[in-house]
């Protein structure tokens, strides 16, 4: 939770201080440190009294125990939606990651090539091996 008394998700929230984000998602104000955020323990235990509730140890997925309201299973199903656009925005970042990633492996790769011609071609109009001159 932050000063304003907005409540985060602490993985999504510190991932998306990791990303190099220094802003607040919502609110768009800087983020000076993530250390100011506090947990949110009136959230904390209203979700796993719900957990206990509607959730059976049996599934891991949601099902109600008691009988429900058309509104209420809107809600579970609006919950179910943004939990799987959640999860599919993480994959998309994960993706980007690796995407990354290789492309600066793919970089570093070319550059050892291009260093190791230009290596060379120093060596030859010089006349000297480098690798025996960088030893000594």
Not at 1 to 30: C, F, H
Not at 37 to 43: G, R, T
Not at 49 to 64: A, F, G, I, N, Q
Request: glycine letters at 2%; a positive charge; charged letters at 30%.
């Amino acid at each position: 939770m932050n000063e304003a008394g907005q409540t985060y998700e602490y993985d999504s929230i510190v991932e998306w201080y990791a990303m190099g984000e220094r802003t607040d998602p919502l609110t768009r104000k800087p983020i000076s440190n993530i250390q100011i955020l506090l947990p949110n323990h009136h959230a904390k235990s209203q979700i796993e009294e719900w957990k206990k509730k509607y959730l059976t140890s049996r599934r891991k997925r949601m099902e109600p125990v008691l009988p429900i309201t058309d509104k209420e299973h809107a809600r579970m199903v609006l919950f179910e939606k943004h939990l799987q656009l959640t999860n599919l925005g993480k994959s998309k970042i994960e993706q980007a990651l690796q995407k990354l990633s290789r492309q600066k492996a793919q970089d570093l790769s070319r550059l050892n090539k291009e260093f190791a011609k230009l290596k060379e071609k120093v060596s030859r109009e010089h006349g000297i091996c480098l690798e025996a001159a960088t030893s000594k």
